[in-house]
């Protein structure tokens, strides 16, 4: 059965704090990919990575950052959190003829 | 650049209806089209991609290059459709793959 697996489920943190989202995918894939979903926005892409240590401005990148330091592995870097960061975040991982495999999602607050 | 739009946010049928979902879409080149769904306190999944030409759980969608568009369709909605569905789009000469705001059905008894 494969699997995207996202650290945390559910995650509280407080205004200005330094915030890590991991995201682990065991299928060898090579793209890695970031969103945020927002009712009535969809998902909404952060950030992309094709390869390790490669990474891509999605269409909404601004207060995030992303590393890659090995394949299986995708983190999200809030560098200081803001309000409007609380969202559900969504890592996908896929190979260039796959389909798109999903986290199950962790839900953010920022207080 | 590429764009999906979803122009309906919400969709409600009755069972046994006729349902469809409009998807749209901008991309230069030859653009690989998906449907994803997302069932509720389930992670997201696919549930159909346009190469694969399948029907899934009674689901048709095809690809109409010329109006650029990827609808997908059911003859006759049954009520476990009721889900958030997604049109995604993943560019034939990169890695991106982009998604449209989705469309949330409900299908009443």
């Known amino acids: 059965d494969v699997k995207v697996t996202q650290s945390s489920r559910y995650l509280v943190k407080r205004t200005g704090e330094k915030v890590f989202l991991e995201c682990v995918q065991d299928m060898d894939h090579e793209n890695m990919f970031w969103y945020r979903q927002d009712p009535g926005l969809g998902l909404r892409l952060i950030y992309f990575s094709y390869d390790v240590k490669m990474k891509e401005k999605g269409d909404i990148p601004e207060g995030y950052s992303v590393s890659r330091e090995k394949k299986e592995r995708f983190s999200l870097i809030l560098e200081s959190a803001s309000t409007n960061q609380t969202s559900m975040y969504l890592c996908?991982?896929?190979?260039?003829?796959?389909?798109?495999?999903f986290g199950q999602g962790t839900r953010l607050t920022v207080v | 650049a590429q764009r999906v739009t979803q122009p309906e946010k919400l969709l409600s049928v009755f069972k046994g209806a006729p349902v469809e979902l409009k998807c749209n879409y901008s991309?230069?080149?030859?653009?690989?089209l998906f449907w994803y769904v997302q069932y509720s306190r389930q992670r997201l999944q696919l549930l159909l991609r346009?190469?694969s030409r399948e029907s899934i759980k009674g689901f048709t969608a095809d690809l109409n290059k010329g109006e650029t568009s990827f609808h997908l369709k059911k003859p006759f909605a049954q009520e476990e459709d009721s889900a958030m569905y997604y049109c995604?789009?993943?560019?034939?000469?990169?890695?991106?793959?982009?998604f449209g705001a989705g469309t949330t059905v409900t299908v009443r008894a």
């Open positions: 991309y230069s080149g030859s653009p690989e």
């Open positions: 996908a991982s896929t190979s260039p003829h796959t389909e798109a495999f």
């Open positions: 995604a789009l993943r560019g034939s000469n990169d890695y991106k793959l982009s």
């Open positions: 346009h190469i």
